[in-house]
């Protein structure tokens, strides 16, 4: 197998691991900051690593819209394109089916998308996809799915599924496994228990090298969401990594772990540090509010980042709200440096406490310190406090 | 006096200096970063001193209109507000005077802004100014002066030499030096030769730590820049520092430093780097030229800056061309990092070239190798090959 997962330890399902890819080791449970176009926004690569990142996430569909997969190619594949060295997983374009649906027309061959750029025609097929991915070098290439949108009747939902499953065989048997990476198939099926769990086996069949479960972050409730994940996780092979697409929140983040997932992406650390929203570890803070105008404190007197951490550069609220109220691009750059490294730091003391035997401790404790909202309106950081999150809830 | 400056090394009226100041010696000739509102625009205090600036300049009209100097001196001062260490020079609000001409109003007194943001009125007198600076505990104060527009004829030239010599000497009366750091006077008087003359001696009289010479950068003439220069750099006082504002390409900053200037600021780094316009050794590069698609190599090879260091986390021409194309953040972010350093650098070739005696070769050597064409137009990066910046020319 082109990516070995080895199990360190273990607190229930949950499990801390070490990813052994082509271009580095990823230790798990790990978070994949997303560089869409190639870069997490305003983030040089190497500020990235220095903030802990040891994997990325990229998109093959803007990717393959520009600079186009053959210049990619041509430069070396796209570590060398994009100057981040380590491991790289490319989405499949999958998500885009959902989010870009005005643009785009399903076929059981494949996907055919408008160009949001310039409106011309861009196939996607299985084995397309799949070559795209082998020609760029990347890490962990994904499958292409149908992503389908929330809500959606089970039938349909049905119909959609058995469609990825047969994209799903034609990627597998696509793969010539050349670039040294591994392909991760994706469960979908809406909130359906049956579908789901009839999906994980069905794709656990196809030797993938590791197995996601797609189809949330699409306006479900959390509820769904976190039961999507209760039925499907532990019907994926133990012994391959296991990604939950597009999620989270850190509270969604711990549920996930609990119950086995080894490895996260989502846009919401960087997309809210732009809008001035700042992830601390008690609760979350909005920059813009009045009254941080003269907190001399860093945002996070624990966190790492250039921001808050002590010494000569350290800032305070009061500089990033004034940087924030007054539009400033420096604002958005510190803001994402901010929250990028809290999401990193949140994985390693995950990471930390699977292998101590403390897990359920930091779940109680981040559910603790962070009851002052977060996100807003739910009780706190981590789990419901009503929820135990060792504990699969019964559905 | 507050400040101190050492001369260590002299090329004809070129000097390399040590400027030292309550925090931190400035190593001159220096280039000091814009940071309008207390940062340069999507850089961390952090990254501009690993780029190697020993100075920041900020701009105290903004800083008065947000977040109030009240907010900045009960945090603690400007140094402890923007995280930024170092020495700090503030802008008076002159240069506002003129750049704001539809939002104030000059009479003896002082100027009245009506702020560009909400409309409400700021008073700006040379007390009130001095006393700003004074409460934010910058390094270097400028005084209130009055930048006339470009053209103007030698009548009204005058008359507002008159009027911003009034305000210096109140400026220097009003002084109390309380927060160690020095108070500069600025020059002012067109492009008139016996106005530029008179006023330096005049505000040479005047006892201020350091002169600068004002009312250039605002449309003027390429040579009648350089005469101002070359007119006035001679007269003002030769143990103190001489500040050229808002100036500008690294020719006009060689020609300066050849004619005794020791301080510079111009936004022309962050701005251009914001616009796809990146300064190499060889010239600059439009870095959103298709031929840029698919070039493999660092913007410079010999530059320091996080993307063009040799090492894992490079990026290409072709890369940042993809950014500046998408039109990332990360793409201002990663040039305005290259153009400083790429300033910074150059001050520092400035002041070894001084030391060994190379300064002529230097000079000689960035008008040869950038001769493609900077700035646009005209004929390279150092001076018109027909002129000696060692010898000042005729006028």
């Known amino acids: 197998m082109p990516l070995q997962l080895e199990v360190l330890a273990t607190a229930g399902a949950a499990r801390r691991g070490r990813l052994v890819t082509p271009h580095g080791v990823i230790e798990t449970p790990a978070f994949m900051p997303v560089g869409t176009l190639g870069a997490v926004k305003g983030v040089h690569p190497r500020e990235l690593a220095a903030a802990g990142a040891s994997v990325m996430l990229s998109n093959l569909y803007h990717l393959a819209l520009r600079p186009g997969i053959d210049t990619i190619e041509r430069l070396g594949g796209l570590h060398a394109f994009t100057g981040w060295p380590g491991p790289i997983l490319t989405d499949s374009g999958g998500f885009q089916v959902f989010s870009l649906d005005s643009l785009r027309k399903v076929d059981d061959g494949g996907v055919t ?174 920059i813009k509010n009045a009254k941080h105008k003269e907190d001399p404190r860093p945002v996070d007197a624990e966190c790492g980042c250039p921001s808050c951490a002590p010494g000569p550069h350290q800032v305070s609220r009061a500089f990033l709200h004034h940087l924030t109220r007054s539009g400033e691009l420096t604002a958005a750059v510190l803001a994402t440096l901010h929250n990028l490294r809290f999401y990193l730091d949140f994985m390693a003391e995950i990471r930390q406490a699977i292998t101590l035997g403390t897990f359920t401790d930091l779940a109680d404790r981040f559910a603790t310190r962070s009851a002052g909202g977060y996100p807003p309106g739910e009780p706190g950081f981590g789990l419901p406090v009503t929820s135990n999150p060792l504990e699969p809830r019964s559905s």
């Open 113 to 286: 998308f408008r160009s949001h750029l310039d409106g011309s025609a861009l196939r996607f097929t299985p084995e397309g996809v799949v070559s795209f991915q082998e020609r760029m070098g990347v890490d962990i290439a994904m499958v292409l799915d149908e992503c389908p949108p929330w809500p959606i009747d089970e039938a349909r939902a049905a119909d959609s599924w058995r469609r990825t499953l047969e994209w799903a065989r034609r990627a597998r048997a696509a793969w010539t496994g050349r670039s040294g990476g591994g392909l991760f198939g994706i469960v979908q099926g809406s909130a359906f228990r049956p579908l789901r769990e009839r999906a994980a086996l069905e794709l656990a069949e196809l030797g993938f090298d590791g197995h996601a479960i797609g189809g949330v972050s699409v306006g479900e409730p959390d509820a769904d969401r976190r039961a999507v994940v209760e039925w499907t996780a532990p019907l994926l092979p133990a012994d391959r990594p296991r990604y939950l697409m597009g999620v989270g929140f850190p509270k969604d983040i711990l549920h996930a772990v609990a119950h086995g997932v080894d490895l996260f992406d989502c846009v919401l650390p960087a997309r809210n540090a732009r809008h001035g929203t700042l992830f601390t570890r008690d609760g979350v803070l909005k």
